[in-house]
Nanobody, 115 residues
Framework: QVQLVESGGGLVQPGGSLRLSCAAS????????MGWYRQAPGKQRELVAA???????NYADSVKGRFTISRDNAKNTVYLQMNSLKPEETAVYYC?????????WGQGTLVTVSS
């Protein structure tokens, strides 16, 4: 059974940091490209960051220099370190696995950036 389980969301003040985790099961994790997306209220889901099986990364322009995606293949887990968070980054953050064209999603974790 393919499953992605996110954790680490919560309430943080503007300028603060959070680290999201996504634990994967039922997939050949080390061979799979992984990504983090977010969806704010009333907006479309957008790519935040992605990492290939080889460790190459790409980021949305809006988060470059503040967010870092990483993976631990021994733990079947992908992370998103988020620094200098802004109120407009309040959203549900989703983990994604790209199984060679088949997209698998986690249930999402809510990040609220507010004072």
């Amino acid at each position: 059974q393919v499953q992605l389980v996110e954790s680490g969301g919560g309430l943080v003040q503007p300028g603060g940091s959070l680290r999201l985790s996504c634990a994967a099961s039922g997939i050949p994790f080390r061979l799979v490209a992984m990504g983090w997306y977010r969806q704010a209220p009333g907006k479309q889901r957008e790519l935040v960051a992605a990492i290939t099986s080889g460790g190459s990364t790409n980021y949305a322009d809006s988060v470059k220099g503040r967010f870092t995606i990483s993976r631990d293949n021994a733990k079947n887990t992908v992370y998103l370190q988020m620094n200098s968070l802004k109120p407009e980054e309040t959203a549900v953050y989703y983990c994604n696995a790209d199984l060679w064209g088949r997209q698998v999603w986690g249930q999402g974790t809510l990040v609220t950036v507010s004072s």
